[in-house]
């Protein structure tokens, strides 16, 4: 009696037992949320990154922060089952887990090729994806026993360097439409993405100012629409707005594109007492919730680590 009683309150403390998987993978377009935080990872959110489940199968994830391929396998997902990777840009907490996702397609071993796109290069420090996965992971790099990446010994790996000057339509083995965006995210080349499918769509916006009307063009009409919620109010006229978006900016992007439903993600805090406290989406996030309200007039949802979001049944 006292194993069950445990055992309840465990799942009852801890939400993260009560995997989202088998409610995402029930149905046949769903968005996992794997990951709703940022840098500091405040209240053990995880970096974010997104699955998107098709036809009750992973078919793929944007973004792959370090602790995503754990993430990925608490929701069901094998490895070697993934077939495509969306990297928005190369800050850390959105690509430092390659190495460990990519080691374990190795491991696996995967028999299937991997297509993984993201960003060409051009900001200060931020190499074109398909440098930044050589410097990583090839011969003379970071992890050169994962050369075989390269030369086809471990299994193929379909790269598409993508432009973040002009709308580019990504290849992809799924049957589906998948547009990339070039967003401003300050000195880091960056990237949105718009999955369209038979009767549905979904954007994930990404890192960015959202100070781009163009934006809110890209992103109209969507089924579910992402956005990241970084900052609050208080941010105004901070170097960070060179960067990240503002809730205004936030809300009047929602208004532009008026998607059915809105997901405010990349929640991000600081500890209690430093200098920049306030400026953080999770200082007030009921605020920033409610500034983006004033704008888009459909629901607003915060996103948490496990989260899913049903397209279509």
């Not at 996030?285 to 915060?302: H, M, Q």
Request: proline share 7%; aromatic share 8%; glycine share 14%.
């Amino acid at each position: 009696m006292r194993l069950h009683c445990l055992s309840l309150f465990l799942l009852l403390a801890w939400p993260g037992a009560l995997s989202a998987a088998p409610l995402c993978a029930s149905h046949d377009v769903a968005v996992e949320v794997l990951g709703a935080g940022g840098p500091m990872h405040a209240g053990g959110r995880g970096g974010s990154a997104y699955l998107l489940w098709l036809h009750h199968k992973p078919a793929l994830v944007v973004d792959m922060g370090g602790d995503t391929p754990a993430k990925l396998s608490a929701a069901g997902v094998e490895a070697g089952s993934v077939p495509l990777v969306l990297i928005s840009h190369l800050h850390p907490d959105h690509v430092s887990g390659l190495a460990d996702f990519l080691w374990g397609e190795i491991n696996a071993p995967r028999k299937t090729p991997l297509a993984l796109a993201g960003p060409e290069g051009g900001g200060d420090g931020f190499p074109a994806i398909g440098d930044f996965l050589h410097h990583s992971f090839d011969k003379g790099g970071l992890y050169p026993r994962m050369a075989g990446l390269f030369d086809g010994s471990a299994f193929a790996l379909n790269v598409q360097p993508v432009s973040v000057r002009a709308q580019t339509i990504i290849a992809n083995p799924l049957g589906l439409t998948i547009a990339a965006y070039g967003v401003d995210h300050g000195p880091a080349p960056a990237l949105a993405y718009r999955v369209a499918g038979e009767g549905f769509a979904v954007v994930f916006g990404g890192d960015q100012t959202y100070a781009d009307p163009g934006f809110g063009h890209f992103a109209m009409g969507a089924d579910l629409l992402v956005i990241h919620a970084m900052l609050t109010d208080k941010a105004k006229g901070d170097a960070l707005t060179h960067s990240v978006g503002l809730p205004d900016d936030l809300g009047a992007r929602a208004k532009e594109a008026a998607p059915k439903r809105l997901v405010l993600s990349h929640l991000m805090g600081a500890p209690e007492g430093s200098a920049n406290h306030g400026l953080w989406s999770l200082s007030d996030i009921g605020g920033v919730k409610t500034r983006v309200a004033e704008f888009y007039s459909g629901p607003v949802e915060l996103a948490r680590d496990g989260s899913c979001y049903v397209v279509r049944d």
